[in-house]
Each structure stands twice: as C-alpha cells, then as structure tokens.
C-alpha cells in the first residue's frame, strides 16, 4: 500500500511569490491534515480537510489557504511568501473522521525555502 | 501549539541497551496518544498508539507506558539499534476532536 505522497520535494521561491505543494493520501483515507514543521520547532497545525470540505484551520493568516478534491488529494497554498514560511510542510491522512479511532500517517513534507 | 527552540533534549544509548522516552502531556481530556519517529529529511513514522482505557501497548521491540494520573507517556525500546537513531515525539489526541498537540521531541542517538 503506497503512503502519503508529497510533492514537490523541495521548492525554492522569492518572498512575495505563492507556492502550491500537493499531497495525496493512502488510498480509502478521507481526511487530510497539513502541519507546519519549521526548523526546530514542534509541529504546528495549518488545515483539516474532510471529506472535500475544510473542517477547521490553525492559527494561521489566510494568505494560507487549500483545498481538497473529490479523489482526496489536496493542495495547501501559500500567497505572499515570507521569509518565515520557510519549512518543512507536513500532509498527513487518516482513515477516519474521527481521530481518536486510527493514526495520522505522514508523508515525507515539501521543503520550501523563501529567499 | 507548543514549540521548543533549536536544542533537543538528546538521549544517547549504547547499541543493544534499551532506551526509554518520556513525554509529558498537558490535557485531562487527551484520551488517544501517539508515538512518532522522524528521521533527518523525512516525515514523521508512526510507531505505537495507545487509548486511553490502557496503560501499557506492547509492538515490535517497542513498549508504550501511560499513565494518566500524572499525565505521563513512555516510550521503551528493546536492543536499541543503530536504526533507531532520529527525533521521537509524542502525540496526544483531545477527546476525539480534529486536534493533535505533538510534543518537543528527543532525539536518540545510538553509540556504536
């Protein structure tokens, strides 16, 4: 069974411009979590996405945005880069709405560097 | 959300020793907890849950201790390897809701 996948890899942008990173879930997981996980920090909450909606967001400004689509996947935007947005960006994907019944499962993140 | 600065606290165990993790959590209302491991460059790896009904999950080579009344978790490694060298952090789940608070983190180093 293939995990989550994220892509790109690594992505390189100048502050002001907008990043779009990508995430596919295990195959039959519904919900998407994205998590923001700068250099040394512990993870921090950015969007649920469930069942195609957004079901909550993290203290984050809304020039952080997404989506998810009808097969699940999703998208987290990023308008405005700043240099402080520089991070490992996490998506994970669980089997259930309700989180306490199964593990979130990770994938291996975007790196995006603003300069 | 929590957040720690760039220092880890780092554990560091000879090859073939068992190690132990600790992780403390903060809300009364956690009943589902994680354990990750995340190596350099890659996502966090599940590696053991644990409801809130239990005190005590046995894995692979890997025990899970809780205990609620001092709202503390634990993490035990049987013949540490070389392998299980990277960053370990807790998760706790808050009463079935979207929201997960993870932990600081440890690294473990194993000495050859």
């Known amino acids: 069974e293939a995990g989550v996948t994220q892509s790109p890899t690594h992505l390189i942008k100048t502050r002001g411009q907008q990043a779009t990173l990508r995430c596919s879930p295990i195959?039959?997981?519904?919900?998407v979590y994205w998590y923001q996980q700068a250099l040394g920090l512990g993870l921090q909450f950015l969007l649920w996405?469930?069942?195609?909606?957004?079901?909550n967001r993290g203290n984050f400004p809304p020039r952080f945005s997404g989506r998810q689509f009808p097969n699940y996947s999703s998208e987290l935007n990023v308008n405005a880069l700043e240099l402080e947005d520089s991070a490992l960006y996490l998506c994970a994907s669980s089997s259930t709405r309700r989180p306490n019944n199964s593990p979130l499962h990770f994938g291996n993140g975007t790196r995006l560097t603003v300069t | 959300g929590e957040s720690v600065g760039l220092h880890l606290p780092t554990l560091s165990v000879q090859e073939g020793d068992n190690s132990i993790i600790n992780c403390a959590y903060s809300?009364?209302?956690?009943?589902?907890f994680i354990w990750y491991k995340q190596e350099s460059g890659k996502g966090p790896q599940f590696i053991i849950d644990?409801?809130?009904?239990?005190d005590k999950r046995q894995g692979q080579r890997v025990t899970v201790l809780l205990n609620k009344t001092v709202k503390h978790l634990s993490l035990q490694i049987a013949a540490t390897q070389p392998g299980d060298s990277a960053v370990y952090f807790c998760a706790e789940n808050i009463g079935g809701t979207y929201k997960y608070i993870f932990g600081t983190g440890t690294r473990l180093k194993v000495l050859a």
């Open positions: 996405y469930d069942e195609g909606e957004e079901r």
């Open positions: 644990i409801r809130s009904n239990m």
């Open positions: 195959s039959g997981h519904t919900s």
């Open positions: 809300n009364s209302a956690s009943d589902y």
